[in-house]
């Protein structure tokens, strides 16, 4: 059954929020090759930086990071992030301005939610790891 | 017959266009002031991922989560710095809401519809397609913006 409950996430700009049933788990690693580890999930694990991925300019210098392993159908994505501040339960969020969410490149923001007196986008994590893995299969 | 043509000549002599008088660039624009609901200081908006330059954002205001309009790559002008002088302008056109960055506002001014003068021919059509004329507001050109020309761009990705 699906959860309301949301993530936020922290990269070295940014936070984002994110929905808990797009996650297989949270991991907290010291070192990307740690991804690659045979035997850690049945399927190939990538790990990518989320920051960097969404903003060029956003660049993490911090080496323990927190892996949101998404699930998709032939492997696993990790996508990295500075901290996971706050598991946020039935939090309302709203859909982006529909003239923004027309336009843009990529479906990755999918709303917004206010949180101390910021706002915050809601990210289609799932989205934004196939997105990862298309940029990654082009680089190999 | 004569009275009436002589009333009609009057009213155009005193028809006016109602406008927010800003500047980009160094350069005077008009925003339908109908279309205005509020003018405030520039703030830093959230970015939106996959956004493009001209829609790189939102913001909330007053609850109201807006797109935040960057006017500078839709017509052409080179991206500057912020100052304080900057404004949001929100602006609330067919069904859309939206925040126009501007560089600053000057006033609400009523302009003389006599003075309304077609673009001029060497404008980049690029800037042309969003601007519906110019008129002059104490001898200095203004360029007015045409929203339903500024919100079609977005739409078709300008």
């Known amino acids: 059954m699906a959860s309301n409950v949301l993530l936020i996430v922290r990269t070295a700009l940014c936070r984002y929020a994110v929905r808990h049933d797009d996650l297989f788990e949270v991991k907290l690693i010291t070192d990307a090759t740690e991804l690659r580890a045979s035997g850690l999930y049945n399927r190939p694990c990538i790990g990518v930086e989320l920051g960097s991925l969404l903003d060029p300019s956003d660049q993490s210098s911090l080496v323990r990071r927190r892996a949101l392993i998404v699930p998709l159908r032939r492997r696993y994505v990790a996508l990295l992030v500075d901290y996971v501040d706050t598991f946020l339960e039935q939090a309302a969020s709203v859909p982006l301005p529909a003239l923004l969410r027309e336009r843009l490149q990529q479906p990755w923001a999918i709303g917004a939610l206010a949180l101390d007196d910021d706002l915050i986008v809601k990210l289609d994590l799932r989205a934004v790891a196939r997105s990862a893995m298309i940029s990654y299969a082009g680089e190999g | ?158």
């Open chain 2, 1 to 158: 017959m004569f009275a009436s043509s002589s009333t009609e000549k009057d009213t155009a002599a005193l028809a006016t266009i109602d406008v927010l008088l800003l500047r980009l660039a160094g350069e005077l624009y008009g925003v339908p002031s109908a279309s205005v609901r509020e003018v405030v200081r520039y703030r830093a908006y959230t970015p939106v991922p996959g956004s493009p330059p001209s829609l790189p954002g939102i913001l909330s205001q007053r609850g109201v989560i807006l797109p935040v309009v960057e006017l500078r790559p839709l017509l052409g002008l080179a991206i500057a710095t912020v100052t304080r002088a900057d404004r949001l302008v929100i602006v609330a056109h067919q069904d859309i809401d939206m925040a126009l960055h501007v560089e600053s506002v000057l006033d609400l001014a009523a302009l003389p519809a006599e003075t309304h003068q077609p673009l001029p021919a060497a404008l980049d059509p690029a800037r042309a397609r969003f601007l519906r004329g110019i008129v002059h507001h104490e001898q200095n050109p203004v360029m007015l913006l045409d929203l339903d020309e500024l919100i079609a761009g977005l739409r078709a990705g300008a």
